[in-house]
């Protein structure tokens, strides 16, 4: 079946690409540290695979303590999801299904809002987790990193958005000039 939208098949630029297949490690990554908790914490038997984490869980007790909340777990299960997703979207773009790109806006959605939601929590939990660091730690080992979860997929959901737009406006011309 031809596709509607374009011809060649609309493609999402190299840098949203680049930004899937490095995410799609990380998410995997960190939702193996919360989910193989307490093994992947320091003391632990798989500790060795998540090193980093142990100065992250000192900025962020949501990593570096157990707590009875299920966030850190829930969140895990998120990132499977938005894992799965990704897997899809490279599949398609594998296929060079011009819904490649549809996907690929719809995981930058769900990873946005997801680390937009984890911001939210801990602001309005008085900063329960984070609320000990110091203005530089903060702001550099927790701010900084996780905003690059928001803003990075901002913009590449912005870009998709222009290109699938622009694409579903070249087939509604078509469909009134028929």
Known sequence: QKDMVSSPPLRPPILVTAW???STCIVCWDAGY???RPDSMPGGRLHWIWEPYALYGTIDFTYGQMQES???EAQSVMNLVEAAAQV???VLLARR???ASLVAFGV???TLSKTALYFLIEHFSGWKNTWHNDSWTFWTLFVLPNGVWIVVPALCAAVL???IAAALRRVELKEKGA
């Open 20 to 22: 899937l297949a490095l």
């Open 34 to 36: 919360c989910l193989l």
């Open 70 to 72: 299920g966030w850190a």
């Open 88 to 90: 899809w979207f490279f």
């Open 97 to 99: 299904s011009s819904a």
């Open 108 to 110: 930058l959605l769900l």
């Open 161 to 163: 958005y222009g290109r």
